[in-house]
């Protein structure tokens, strides 16, 4: 078994390291990708392949402390209002440079607060995407839910939308805790929500919870993860909380003497997964957790498990378009992220021009070193035949990539000339062992915590 100390001596109590949900990361986006560019990755699209559809929502009702992502607060609807007309406006743009005949097999709505927006604004949404295209058969609509956000009249209005998927955030439901990070959510306020969503026939759930939060112990954790089982989610993430406040600075309201201590971070990561194992959740990937015969278990037993900018998922989708402020899209020829700033996003969809500002066109090593991370992160292992067949690596590239991983590693990967594997053992230590594999070595400072 791997001890502390050797953990230690491989610097993963000291790592900052990518959660590499794309490769290269954000970080490398550079203004080398235009407008113009994305367009004509749209237009060559193939209608017989379905895409991913992505829609941000950047506002909330109250911003949350411990949140690193790009988000707004608002008291009133009137912003929100106005960013929807401008989601409709981008999705239009959209409607003339996708390929006629284009199918949606997976639609997301993320931010933010997806379900600030009222009854009638997320009818009037999902009726501008249902005129960019209709759903592929079968199809994933999913929704980010806040439970202190939700109701009945939204909950008609997703259901009619179509949304078939439901993810709700959870954190940490010890009083304490909640307080510290700026996050109240009762318990009986997400049952609530998640008795709601299943009497509208909402039977695919998903839940975040987060380790590494101020004053959590051992025993909170458990506590709160034994709460969250009662919920009988079909899916869990288990995030470590990553402390950024040169980043968002909203955290700088976080104590951090209270933060567990790395070793102490790794001791709750295990202590929630032993109770979601002990109650036959599949592991997935590093931190993911799926009930047996979920999709996303069965695209982990199946090898085609992938990893996007939410995580692990199943979606078999080539390409993901994405709308909305700060959103990245992923075309087969790259990456392409919209303004950051709402205010910025909206003024370039209102020109009548396609929002991007920065994004990264594929090579082919960037094609090669991205599957060998994704491989990793997804199945802890990559074989040569497979790269072989997808992008003519030899056997001797082969053995070079894994006589520099094994000797960075020693110990902790198994190397022969067939197959680059993680040792069971080795786990807590994926993101570093990826990390070998990125050309850019990003500086530590930009990620979170590798436990």
Not at 44 to 68: E, K
Not at 186 to 195: C, F, L, P
Not at 376 to 398: H, K, N, P, W, Y
Request: aromatic share 8%; with cysteine.
């Amino acid at each position: 078994m791997t001890t502390h100390t050797q953990l230690r001596k491989l610097g993963l109590f000291d790592a900052r390291v990518p959660r590499y949900t794309s490769y290269p990361t954000a970080p490398n986006f550079s203004k080398a990708v235009s407008a113009q560019d994305v367009e004509a990755w749209q237009r060559s699209l193939d209608p017989a392949q379905p895409i991913s559809l992505y829609i941000h929502v950047p506002f909330c009702r109250r911003l949350c402390w411990f949140c690193a992502c790009r988000t707004q607060g608002t008291s009133t609807l009137s912003p929100v209002a106005a960013y929807v007309e401008t989601l409709k406006a981008e999705l239009a743009l959209l409607k003339d440079r996708l390929p006629d005949g284009i199918r949606i097999g997976h639609l997301h709505w993320g931010g933010g607060t997806p379900t600030l927006l009222s009854a009638e604004m997320i009818t009037d949404l999902s009726g501008a995407i249902a005129q960019l295209a209709p759903f592929a058969q079968p199809y994933e609509f999913s929704v980010e839910i806040d439970p202190n956000e939700i109701d009945d009249a939204r909950l008609d209005a997703l259901a009619r939308a179509g949304m078939n998927r439901a993810s709700i955030g959870v954190q940490d439901f010890d009083p304490g805790i909640q307080e510290t990070i700026g996050r109240i959510q009762s318990y009986k306020t997400t049952k609530k929500a998640v008795d709601g969503l299943r009497a509208h026939g909402i039977r695919s759930l998903n839940a975040d919870i987060l380790y590494g939060l101020p004053g959590q112990t051992p025993e909170k954790i458990a506590q709160s993860v034994q709460q969250l089982l009662s919920l009988s989610p079909d899916r869990v993430a288990l995030f470590g909380y990553a402390h950024v406040p040169w980043m968002a600075r909203r955290q700088a309201m976080i104590p951090t003497d209270e933060l567990p201590r790395p070793e102490e971070r790794l001791r709750l990561f295990d202590v929630a997964r032993e109770l979601f194992v002990w109650d036959d959740y599949a592991e997935i990937g590093i931190d993911h957790f799926a009930r047996k015969g979920d999709g996303l278990q069965v695209a982990q037993q199946t090898g085609k498990l992938r990893r996007n900018f939410q995580g692990y998922t199943d979606d078999k989708c080539p390409t993901m378009v994405a709308v909305g402020a700060s959103s990245i899209a992923r075309y087969p020829q790259g990456y392409a992220q919209n303004a950051p700033s709402t205010s910025e996003y909206q003024k370039l969809v209102r020109a009548g021009g396609l929002p991007i500002t920065k994004g990264h066109v594929f090579s082919d090593m960037d094609r090669l070193r991205g599957r060998i991370i994704e491989a990793l992160m997804s199945d802890f292992c990559i074989e040569r035949d497979e790269l072989t067949q997808s992008f003519g690596l030899t056997v001797a590239e082969f053995v070079a990539f894994g006589k520099g991983v094994a000797q960075a590693f020693e110990g902790m990967v198994d190397v022969d000339a067939d197959r680059i594997a993680i040792r069971d053992s080795a786990r807590p230590l994926t993101r570093m062992i990826a990390r070998h594999f990125d050309a850019y070595h990003m500086t530590q400072s930009q990620h979170s915590t590798a436990v």
